[in-house]
Structures are given as structure tokens and as C-alpha cells.
């Protein structure tokens, strides 16, 4: 595993803590059973590109919103934008070249009592 998307993980996970009350889960599909709502952030999947011995990469961050008492993907779409602008273009104090939404996904099965909207973000950094 690599430690960089570990220090990545935990660095994205402080900032939506930091402004959100709801729990923060670092793994795909957490126990959220006694949660009315939550958010998880998780690695889907990453490129790598080696130039020389240094190594970059591309990878999808997935920022997951889940509530039980949600009516509608608006209220989802409401309550999740403030992540999409708290990580637009911000490279988390030089951890990450850069971080740009590419995209969403209304409901899952990762969490069938909730109602979830999931952000997918691309993350450029440097390392594997």
C-alpha cells in the first residue's frame, strides 16, 4: 500500500472533519448503521507514469454522502457542494500537485438504508 495515498486519505478526511458534524469514514464501506448521516473517502483507482526513478500519479478520490433522512438527489446535491469548492483546485498545502471533480453517482449499494451521492475527484501527485 502506499503510504502517500494514506497521508492523501487522512489529509482530505481532517479537511471535511474540520467542516462537517457528520462522522468522517477513511474505507469504502464502513458500518453506518447507527449513523443518521456520514461521509466516506476512499481511492477507486489510480495511473501511474515513471519518468526516470520518480513516479507520478493520477488517481480517483471518491467522497461519499450518505444520509437516511433525505428526500431528494437536491438535498444531496446541497449538502455535499461544499466539498466539491473546498477541494476544487487545492493541493491540500503542497501534499498533491492538484485535485479537480470529474464527476458524481447518485445511490449504491455500499449503503442501501441511505441515500448517497458520491463526488469523484481526480488527484495528481507525486510518488505511488
Not at 4 to 22: F, K, M, P, T, W
Not at 49 to 59: C, T
Not at 92 to 106: A, R
Request: charged share 25%; hydrophobic share 40%.
Amino acid at each position: 500500500m502506499s503510504k502517500q495515498r494514506i497521508v492523501i486519505r487522512r489529509a482530505i478526511g481532517e479537511l471535511l472533519s474540520n467542516h462537517y458534524d457528520e462522522p468522517v469514514y477513511l474505507e469504502r464501506m464502513p458500518d453506518m448503521s447507527n449513523d443518521e448521516a456520514a461521509i466516506t473517502c476512499f481511492f477507486d483507482s489510480g495511473d501511474l507514469d515513471y519518468q526516470g526513478v520518480f513516479a507520478s500519479s493520477n488517481a480517483i478520490f471518491i467522497i461519499g454522502f450518505h444520509r437516511k433522512d433525505l428526500d431528494t438527489d437536491d438535498d444531496l446535491d446541497v449538502w455535499s457542494s461544499f466539498a466539491s469548492n473546498l477541494l476544487h483546485e487545492n493541493t491540500l498545502d503542497g501534499l498533491v500537485m492538484g485535485i479537480t471533480e470529474v464527476g458524481f453517482e447518485y445511490g449504491s449499494d455500499d449503503a442501501p438504508e441511505h441515500s448517497s451521492l458520491y463526488l469523484k475527484f481526480n488527484i495528481s501527485y507525486v510518488g505511488k
